[in-house]
């Protein structure tokens, strides 16, 4: 948990994802008068927004197994980036907004993780 505004992890993976994070921090900062603060993974709608993505979003937007059996290690390694990310930045809430693949990796392994966890889209 943080000290003073609340920080609020978002990880999304596809451009809908991106759209509707987007969207999210749009509502969230209304409804606290900009009193909320952001992080973790996202396109160019979240960036927009003022969100510093921890990685390229596109590197988990994939298509099909052919596109995807080659990228398994690249994935296994943002899934324990992404964690290690929430461990230090100690957010009040991790936001996954569909991948669910990637999402439920990362919410498996913080389990023991305080943050409160909520999936917006599968």
């Known amino acids: 948990m943080t000290n003073g505004p ?10 809908s994802g991106d759209a509707i994070g ?12 900009e009193k909320v603060r952001f992080a973790g993974v996202g396109g160019p709608r979240m960036a927009a927004r003022g969100l510093d993505s921890l990685f390229p979003m ?34 009040d809430a991790v936001v996954s907004i569909d991948v669910p693949g990637f999402a ?10 305080p943050a409160l966890r909520i999936h917006y889209v599968a």
């Open 6 to 15: 609340p920080l609020i992890y978002l990880i999304a993976g596809e451009p």
């Open 22 to 33: 987007g969207r999210l921090i749009d509502a969230l900062a209304e409804r606290t008068g």
């Open 58 to 91: 596109d590197d988990l937007t994939l298509f099909g197994a052919a596109e995807v059996l080659p990228k398994v290690p690249r994935i296994l390694r943002r899934v324990r980036e992404t964690v290690a990310d929430i461990r230090a930045t100690k957010p």
């Open 104 to 113: 439920f990796r990362v919410q498996k392994r913080l389990k023991d993780n």
